[in-house]
């Protein structure tokens, strides 16, 4: 980037788009770089508002050309589908900017140029990413190696998705979809990783890549970048990822939930798993038990996320075996990520505050969404699950998803459908509201409501002592991650 050179000058850099989970995570990673931030934005939410308040991060709550500082040196725009000259002022007037050399680039190309001369450990895959990138820094934390690290959620633990740490590794949230409205290249590709963690393949994105093929391309490049004194650690499991995992010219470690075939089982891998509020299990290597692993994360694909970290870092020799079992046992997830949401809660499942505990789940996608309902059937199966879903993303809302209907809500009692987004609806075909509903109603118990009002209304009429809430969606859900829970409190 180049700088403005008066004695003094830190640099400016303004984000149009600053409250995406990555625009915001990117922000601070800047301020902590020493460059002077500014962005805008205009929907504003927790607990991203929060946390650009918290980092002291100036931002404007209305897109506006004039939002754009006079000092500028670089301008980065988010992904939005409004955020394209036609659409946004300010985004037009950087396009304009850039013109006159003032440089515009998106989130990940920024990114690129923070992490060159770091040891970059990415997470890739379908799901499971900000989990994962959270545990291994939250291990390499505990461990006193103060990494830089890049997630785009928030972690509970540390509450903050990003830093520009001292250490020696960077660990990324590596992510296929493209980097901007005008650069098709996936986001990941622009990273120089030296170890990854590829959790999973499936099928997503369906407005981005329409066929399966299209899919896995981006991560046969982004494999292949990986040097030969490099480390790939993937779940064999994980539709597609042995194909993947052909591609990469790097030391290549299998790991699976369990070992199922004693010729072709996985290299890492889950012995003796016992479940409850408290998870444990045996982490073995081939036929040998490295460690004991206690872990308050809930489900199936929390267990094989911790092995897998486990078999990165434990391969690399990065931390000792006994200090990654104790940051795994500390380690309390992401927000949004089956997080209990209840005040005063505990990890029993019983809140103390209300005997209705009410999970939030960050359900994006097929896959995302499953687990999550696996997850609470899996250690609550006693339990009514009340599901209030949001068809958020392009792919819940894509005519080609009404598949995923049929059998998402499988262990769900019931369910309130909210409305799905009008942002972007003319770039795909997307399925009405009504057509969801009748969709979803073939399969189980279901409920419509258009209004934060509305759905806690129904809430409160079939909620029963017993049942167990759940909120799931990767936008705003109307405000009911926050009112539900209060609601809930007060009734039971």
Known sequence: ????????????????????????????????????????????????????????????????????????????????????????????????????????????????????????????????????????????????????????????????????????????????????????????????????????AEHDHLNVFPTERSYKEPYKKFVAKIPKNGLLVFNQEAKNNKELAQYAKSKKVSYALSKTDSANGASWYAKNIKYGAETSFDLMRKDKKIIHIKTKLLGNHNIENIIGCGALLLENKTIPAQNFTRAVANFQGIKRRIELKTLGHSRTGEAKNSSIPVYEGFGSSYEKTKVIFDALTLHFPKKRIVAIFEPHTFSWRNRAALKWYKNIFDGVGEVILLPPPEHGKNTHDQLTFNEIYNEVKKYVSARQATTEKEALAIVRKIIKKGDLVVLVSSGSLLGLAESVPRLMERLF
């Open 1 to 200: 980037m180049t700088k403005n050179k008066k004695k003094g000058y830190v640099g400016g850099i303004h984000l149009i788009g600053i409250c995406g989970a990555g625009m915001s995570a990117l922000a601070i990673l800047l301020k902590e770089a020493g460059y002077k931030v500014t962005g805008s934005d205009q929907n504003f939410y927790e607990p991203i508002l929060g946390y650009l308040k918290k980092n002291k991060i100036t931002f404007y709550k209305k897109y506006n050309q004039e939002n754009i500082p006079k000092d500028v040196d670089l301008i980065v725009i988010g992904k939005h589908a409004k955020l394209t000259p036609k659409e946004n002022k300010e985004v037009k007037k950087a396009f304009a900017l850039q013109k006159k050399g003032i440089e515009v680039k998106s989130l990940p190309e920024t990114l690129s140029m923070l992490t060159r001369k770091k040891k970059n450990i990415v997470v890739v895959g379908s799901y499971g990413k900000s989990t994962c990138s959270a545990l291994l820094a939250w291990c390499l934390i505990q461990n006193k190696k103060d990494p830089s690290y890049f997630i785009g959620a928030v972690p509970i633990d540390f509450n903050q998705s990003s830093h520009l740490g001292t250490g020696k590794e960077f660990v990324l949230e590596g992510d296929e979809y493209p980097a901007s409205n005008w650069d098709d290249t996936s986001k990941f590709l622009y990273f120089n990783p030296l170890s990854v963690l590829l959790i999973s």
